[in-house]
């Protein structure tokens, strides 16, 4: 069984720039609610700026929770890609192979009720090799 991440240049970009961008955003949603001395939002285009940084803030949060809890378990009979929404396996027997893209590697399904995996560039390591080396068959 091997395991793989998101590779730490992209943890440590997400982690920093996710921490910052709420510090900035957080003030801004919770204006209305705290007084911070003179407010920095004005009262007519806060229906505005509000929801936004309040998208903005649960964007971030979520790469941040997507980027702790996601990652690809490579095991000797299935492939499991685990993030914050589902967890998706695929057996081997249940690969029809894999097709590389773009966007990653994307592991297909032998029928349409299992969902494909896609496997993303940002991973710690190559993974078209390792997924090479299970002896799919290249799509």
Do not use: C, W
């Not at 806060?46 to 936004?52: E, M, Q, S, V």
């Not at 941040?64 to 000797?76: A, D, M, P, R």
């Amino acid at each position: 069984m091997k395991e793989y991440r998101i590779n730490r240049k992209s943890r440590i970009f997400i982690y920093v720039t996710s921490a910052l961008l709420t510090a900035l955003f957080l003030p801004v949603v919770l204006s209305p609610v705290f007084s911070f001395g003179d407010s920095f939002v004005p009262h007519e285009n806060y229906f505005f700026i509000g929801p936004l940084s309040a998208i903005i803030i649960l964007v971030f949060s979520y790469a941040f929770i997507e980027t702790v809890t996601g990652k690809l378990i490579l095991h000797e009979n299935k492939i499991v890609a685990t993030n914050i929404l589902r967890t998706k396996q695929l057996e081997l027997s249940d690969i029809q192979g894999y097709r590389s893209g773009p966007g990653g590697i994307k592991v297909i399904a032998t029928h349409s009720i299992f969902k494909n995996i896609i496997v993303s560039d940002y991973l710690e390591d190559h993974q078209e090799k390792k997924l090479a080396d299970k002896e799919l068959p290249q799509s």
